[in-house]
């Protein structure tokens, strides 16, 4: 059965740390460009950070530059994004979905999702 399943949200303080998972079964990550996006309350759904399926090169929205960090577990077959200083606007529910052509930050690129992990950052 193909899957894709996030993990990792929850709540954390302004300033703090999650680690998010993005855990394949059914095919191999690796083949494929995994892209990270995030839909808030109200809001369109927005791309967060992609990384390709040949180069591993990454890919960061400008509101999480220098703060998130994309990578590949090939062992664990997961794409995880460790989010550091968060900050309150960083809220919304996260999906992880893949691409098997090439692949930046538009929704429209990606053919498979994830159900979400809801991210909540408040004091």
């Known amino acids: 059965q193909v899957q894709l399943v996030e993990s990792g949200g929850g709540l954390v303080q302004p300033g703090g740390s999650l680690r998010l998972s993005c855990a394949a079964s059914g095919f191999t990550l690796d083949a494929y460009a995994v892209g990270w996006f995030r839909q808030a309350p109200g809001k369109e759904r927005e791309g967060v950070s992609c990384?390709?399926?040949?180069?591993?090169?990454?890919y960061y929205a400008d509101s999480v530059k220098g703060r998130f960090t994309i990578s590949r577990d090939k062992a664990k077959n997961t794409v995880v994004l460790q989010m550091n200083s968060l900050k309150s606007e960083d809220t919304a529910v996260y999906y992880c979905?893949?691409?098997?052509?090439?692949?930046?930050?538009?929704?429209?690129?990606?053919?498979?999702w994830g159900q979400g992990t809801q991210v909540t950052v408040s004091s």
């Open positions: 979905a893949t691409a098997i052509q090439p692949a930046l930050l538009h929704d429209y690129e990606y053919d498979y």
């Open positions: 990384i390709s399926s040949s180069t591993g090169s990454t």
